[in-house]
């Protein structure tokens, strides 16, 4: 069974900075998708940032230069390196992963979830 545990979520000042974790209980082989996904109250879940198995990553306009999303394969952790943050960035930040389906480095189907981390950053 795979499971996905996040971490690092917390309060924060505009400007101020997190790091997101996400530890996956099995490896995976070429050919994966991970990625964050956040969602705030009435709004509709959103992509962040997804990265496959080969690197390439996708970002979402709204954190570009902001955010960095991250591997380390030896320890099965997914990072999102989260600067610069905001007021609107303010959500439930999920990690997901997909063996094998990826859309636009994201993780697309048959999809593993993780129990979400909250964000909150105040102005």
């Known amino acids: 069974q795979v499971e996905l545990v996040e971490s690092g979520g917390g309060s924060v000042q505009a400007g101020g900075s997190l790091r997101l974790s996400c530890t996956i209980s099995?490896?995976?082989?070429?050919?994966?998708?991970m990625g964050w996904f956040r969602q705030s109250p009435g709004k509709e879940r959103e992509g962040v940032a997804g990265i496959d198995s080969s690197g390439e990553t996708s970002y979402a306009d709204s954190v570009k230069g902001r955010f960095s999303i991250s591997v380390d394969n030896a320890k099965n952790t997914l990072y999102l390196q989260m600067n610069s943050l905001r007021p609107e960035d303010t959500a439930m930040y999920y990690c997901a992963a997909s063996k094998r389906y990826c859309i636009n480095h994201y993780p697309a189907r048959d999809n593993y979830w993780g129990q979400g981390t909250q964000v909150t950053v105040s102005s």
């Open positions: 099995v490896q995976f082989t070429a050919g994966y998708c």
